[in-house]
């Protein structure tokens, strides 16, 4: 790999999630990005396997979102979120609950899925004061969940790194669900395992600890994604949403990375046919062009909030940038594309191919396990002893000479191509990690 001579220029910028004196040593540049291709400075084309951040599904460059966000820019650049309305805005939260398949839900505009897993959890906090059930304020995550960087998101978030540093900035209060992975159960799924869905029902020790009348509600990713694509075990959501109906606590899916089609259909929600009481979601909303986060609530928890005198604001949230116009033109665009060119579709015609390929890894030596379900997939390592991530990080550099950007945790690799994506492309994968993997020795 080439060391980019002109390194000092890079001292500035404070890069966010990544190793910042090794990145800056051997800089790797994007200098155009179209369809599921990167181009780098140094002339390397690299297929994006992980949509960007799983967040790119319609590829770079889409012709509709492009039209879509220049048009907006010359109309209305910007409108002032509070007190006043877009109707862009209006309908895209009507499209949006619809595409859900919750056609009476409500949507609320945020710009990330940090701030919309934040919003969710102070509206499931303010939904219950709202009922006069005060007393509710436990929020329950789960171990190896990532929900975000917010003060809510971490707190609930069980990766251990993104916690440690904030013990004393945590919102008081949280307990989490044991994580669902076990891989001498597990190990080389596909799909969902069978094992494990009686760790559901750790949620009942947590009630019988804390009482149910402290609890505001349960946090999680159907699918757990940045700790390494994990499936939920089957049978283990509906025990949870059981478990949470019976006791009067909010179950919340946080969508980021699910919902938009990664499984072949509109949310996790559908795919696993368990109704959570408040999804969130960002990301693929805009196929990432412009950010946009958000969280679908259902109307029993908005209307709780919709009591007292009519001029008074009920829910005292919100950003400066929710609604955005040119998000939500990004937004329809995106919902357009997605919708009409039968991409969801593809996606789920495609997830059986990309389950194939990464499932042919079994035996490639370091591998010690691969899952995959819908249209993404991880690859665990075996560490080098002494040196988590290490490996990891050497067969992501391997990765991208040989065309390949991979997303990296620890040493977990993870793919979730664009819907977009070739059938030769999906097939090239495995190919591309067993050569990298085998580089970097
Ligand atoms: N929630 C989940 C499940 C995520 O995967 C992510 C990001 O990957 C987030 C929340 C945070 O989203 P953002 O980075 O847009 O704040």
């Known amino acids: 790999m080439t060391v980019n001579a002109r390194s000092t220029d890079l001292a500035s910028l404070w ?111 303010g939904y219950h004061r709202a009922r006069g059930d005060a ?65 559901a029902d750790d949620l009942e020790r947590l009630i019988a600890l804390h009482d149910a ?60 046919a368990v109704c959570p009481d408040m999804l969130t979601f960002a990301k693929a909303v805009t196929n990432a062009v412009i950010p946009l986060g958000g969280v679908i609530v259902s109307p029993q928890i908005h209307d709780a909030f919709m009591s007292g005198p009519d001029h008074l604001i009920e829910l005292a949230h919100g950003y400066t940038y929710s609604g955005h116009p040119m998000a939500m033109a990004a937004g329809h665009a995106a919902l357009d594309a997605l919708t009409t060119d039968g991409l969801i579709a593809r996606a789920a015609t495609l997830a059986p191919l990309l389950a194939d390929a990464m499932h042919s890894l079994q035996g490639t030596p370091g591998v010690v396990d691969i899952r995959s379900i819908g249209l993404m ?9 002494g040196k988590p991530g290490l490996r990891g990080t050497q067969v992501f550099e391997a990765a991208l000479d040989q065309g390949l950007y991979i997303r990296l ?16 492309d999906i097939q090239q994968i495995a190919p591309q990690i067993m050569a990298a993997i085998a580089a970097a020795g």
């Open 213 to 272: 009348s402290t609890i505001a509600a349960v946090i999680v990713e159907p699918v757990a994604g940045s700790t390494g694509v994990l499936p939920p075990p089957i049978g283990y959501l509906e025990r949870l949403r059981d478990i949470c109906t019976r006791h009067g606590i909010l179950l919340i899916f946080d969508e980021v990375i699910t919902g938009f089609g990664r499984l072949g259909v509109p949310f996790a929600a559908d795919a696993f």
């Open 409 to 424: 945790t620890g040493d977990t690799l993870a793919v979730a191509p664009p819907f977009v994506a070739e059938e030769s």
């Open 377 to 385: 997939a991880a690859i665990d390592l075996d560490p080098i002893p």
């Open 15 to 125: 890069m966010p999630f990544t190793p910042n004196r090794r990145f800056k040593a051997q800089p790797r540049m994007i200098e155009r990005a179209t369809g599921c291709h990167y181009v780098l400075e140094d002339g390397r084309r690299l297929f994006d396997s992980i949509s960007g951040l799983w967040c790119s599904p319609l590829g770079h460059g889409h012709r509709r979102i492009v039209e879509a966000v220049q048009r907006q820019l010359v109309e209305v650049d910007y409108s002032p979120a509070f007190q006043m309305g877009y109707r862009p805005a209006f309908d895209l939260a009507a499209r949006i609950a619809a595409f859900a398949g919750r056609p009476d839900d409500k949507v609320f505009f945020t710009n990330s899925g940090s701030e919309a897993v934040d919003t969710a959890l102070k509206i499931a906090v």
């Open 135 to 199: 007393a509710r304020t436990r929020l329950i995550g789960r171990e190896r969940g990532y929900h975000g960087v917010g003060i809510g998101g971490i707190s609930v978030g069980g990766i251990v790194p993104n916690r440690r540093a904030f013990s004393s900035m945590m919102i008081p209060g949280v307990d989490h669900l044991p994580h669902t992975y076990n891989r001498a159960e597990t190990a080389f799924t596909r799909g969902q395992p069978a094992w494990g869905a009686h760790l």
